[in-house]
């Protein structure tokens, strides 16, 4: 079996129950307000399709659900087809873990590859992550959707097109 | 690439850059989100930095390298207790950039040698505090941390 190693890690303490968060993950009402206006397809189940849809249809990425445990633990892989240059990436594992910890929740984010990863690459995720995240803390703490502005990432962008697979 | 542990955190904050940077440096404030810890320093360059830990007296004490309000702060950082002592200082960069209607805060905490043990504990340690003082300036309230409870009741 591949062996997927985790590259980038993101923990945030979120003052909420596990269940908001988990519903924060995995439904559209949620991810449209903090995941940049995607919409979030799932088959609630172990193997089941997932996809996140931008708001014109097109297909952001694209997989299967690897680790389905409402509400502490949610596990995609994770293939990026859009833009078209991301789908020659091969995929990674994107996994959610879910924990009371005092009075709020620790949510630790982990992406996960298969292969020598080059830091470019993963510079995509790094600056992605930590605003996707802050927004859905944001969210469910204030009600509030943020509104977080993401330059392309040039430097993932320049790496996938140099990259030989 | 180096061995060297680094811990880079970042997060997006609704106040402005200023509020970030207050939080960062007053001590009053500093007590809300980091669960009763006090940071104490006058902010020169040169100066002491402390960190007088809410659990058991404990200290982290360093100096203030860079002090650019509203925009970078950075000190260096020693922990006082459990042998951390014996580790040479590390150091901790906080970098504010403004965004719409968004702050975003980049924390960069480095000069680890090779196994440290204050790596660990700080990497465990931030994601908390960080969380800590987004939501203090954004809903005003603080948040109370697993461990809490239970180091409270082995005080003394």
């Known amino acids: 079996m591949t062996e997927f190693n985790p590259k980038t890690v993101y923990v945030t303490y979120i003052a909420s129950t596990p ?26 189940k172990l193997g089941g399709s ?21 509400p502490r633990k949610f596990a995609v892989t994770w293939g990026v087809k859009w833009p078209a240059e991301f789908a020659k990436l091969p995929e990674c594992h994107v996994t959610y873990e879910i924990a009371p910890a005092g009075d709020t929740v620790r949510l630790i984010m982990t992406e996960s590859h298969s292969w020598e990863v080059p830091e470019a690459i993963l510079s995509g995720g790094r600056m992605g992550w930590p605003a996707v995240l802050s927004g859905l803390k944001s969210l469910l703490e204030t009600g509030k959707a943020p509104a977080i502005k993401m330059e392309p990432p040039k430097d993932m962008i320049e790496a996938i097109k140099n990259l030989k697979l | 690439m180096s061995n060297k542990p680094k811990f880079v955190y970042v997060t997006y904050v609704a106040s402005t850059p200023e509020k970030v940077f207050e939080a960062l440096t007053d001590g009053d404030m500093s007590v809300h989100y980091w669960h009763g810890s006090r940071i104490v320093s006058d902010w020169k360059i ?25 925009r970078r702060l950075v000190y260096t950082f020693h922990p006082q207790f459990g042998g951390t002592d014996k580790e040479p200082p590390s150091r901790v960069a906080f970098e504010i950039e403004p965004q719409k209607d968004q702050v975003k805060l980049t924390m ?49």
């Open chain 2, 108 to 156: 960069v905490h480095d000069g680890f040698e090779a196994g440290s043990q204050v790596f660990e504990a700080i990497s465990r340690g931030w994601p908390l505090i960080l969380s800590s003082l987004k939501s203090f300036l954004e809903t005003g309230k603080v948040f109370r941390p697993d461990w809490y409870d239970e180091e409270k009741k082995v005080q003394p």
């Open chain 1, 19 to 44: 269940e908001k968060v988990w519903e924060a993950l995995t439904s559209s009402e949620f991810t449209k307000k903090y995941f940049w206006d995607r919409t979030i397809e799932l088959e609630p």
């Open chain 1, 50 to 70: 997932f996809a996140l849809r931008l708001p014109d249809g097109t297909v952001n990425v694209q997989g299967k659900v690897i680790a389905w445990d409402p």
């Open chain 2, 46 to 70: 040169g100066s002491s930095f402390l960190l007088k830990l809410e659990r058991g007296d404990k200290e982290i004490i360093g100096t203030v390298a860079e002090y650019d309000p509203p």
